[in-house]
């Protein structure tokens, strides 16, 4: 593939790229883009120009300078375990892999909060975390995954119905701005020794979460993390509908006893998800649920205990098809034990799919869970795709995940395309009822910015332009 971009004033881009990381570390190798260019989900595949994995702070300042200077798109990439095509380069360019800043710089035990940077993975903080019988959120997903890729992206984690999502936790940031200059935000910014909050300050972070890597370059990260309570009990019960089960969500958040409270549809609880559709055996519920709880004494257990029973017993006393039930000895490990290699590896998921995996995954109003699941399992079941789909409650009632992982074949450009068609379709369902999708792709991006406040969208390309004046940061993935 030859660039556009391939010299400047006679000078090869890669050379000087390799001045700045090293000979090793900077490559324009088709072989090497090529591991780049795609993800599971249906976002056709796009070759990067260069890739290169610098090491240090100033690497990264000095790539972004001169990708800034002659007007080069950058990608930055982590793991690239996300199934939405963020890091699928829209306009080439050079993809920064930063998987080898991988420090975890401080844990302070004390003040409960960690300093990472951008490479550490979910398996690797836990094992820090460990000796100090601490804790973070971590999601159902692969141990290989970005801890800091996943918080600014607004991430979801075992800990949501306690402390909220992943970019809640976020305490402090260090970021490289698309022109080269670097700039801290919270209490580093004012000590270099703090890590601990973002207020009182203005809250500058909010630049750099949910823009899908557009606007600069996390190198360091602040996150609180939190002490493990010894005992760990889960509640499980299935409904043979969503608005059951929806009920019982309802009535139990109400109490904030619990870690995660979280619904499965049948589909989703089947490891793999059935690919393609298959019909749900007669009799099976159609929900699964699991409330995960944590306790410091068996007193704290037991009155759990107590609550969680009460709101069973108010359940079916209403004439509900709630049950309680026995959870798989391997499934409550995988909800339980995360990170988790039982279910958090996506191919577990997809592994009868043909290699696909995308979702329409959404932040949507608690209430709205039941209509909009109802039209979802319509259009997938249309499009002969499962409706594998997961509610979770986040800090209460008021909204929470609604997300489904919809497994597809990548064989044949029909079998993408209607992936694709139906997730989307789900997408315009959800946007009607108050849902916004989270790690969205760019065909996402489109449907939503259809729909957005003017004024929103006009504030949205003012600070894009104010960061970064020559569109350089992951272009083309905010939609507009």
Known sequence: MTSPVDTIDGTSIIDELREIVGEASASSAKHVRYAYSYDMSFVLPKLPDFVVMPTTVEQIQAIMRLANREKIPVVPYTAGTNIGGLCI??????????KRMNRIIEIDDEAHYAVIEPGVTHAMLAEALQVFDLRFGWPVGPPSASVASCAISHGIGGLNARYGLNSQEITSME???????????GSCAINGEAWHSLLPLPQLDGLFKGWLGSSGVITKLGIGVHPTPPLLKVFTVSCADVHDMYSYMLNLSKYEICDDLTAVSWWLSQVPIPS??????????????????????????????EIWQMVVDEEQAKGTSLKVTEYPEEALRARTELPSQIVGSTKNYCKEGGAGISWPGTFT?????????????????DHNLSPAVRMSMYRGVHYGMLRAMIPFSKETPEAIENARHAIVECLKVDLEHGGIPYKPPVDFAIEINKRVHPGYLDLLKRVKHLLDPNDIMNPGKLGI
């Open 175 to 185: 970021v490289v701005l698309p022109t080269g200059e670097l700039v801290r935000v």
């Open 89 to 98: 380069p829209e306009r080439g360019g050079i993809l920064m892999d930063l």
């Open 276 to 305: 393609p559709y298959r019909p749900k055996p007669d009799g099976a519920p159609e929900f699964f649920s699991f409330a995960n709880t944590t306790s410091w004494t068996e007193k704290e257990r037991e009155a759990k205990e």
């Open 365 to 381: 109003p608690a209430k709205k869970w039941a209509p909009v699941y109802t039209d979802w399992k319509r259009i997938l079941i």
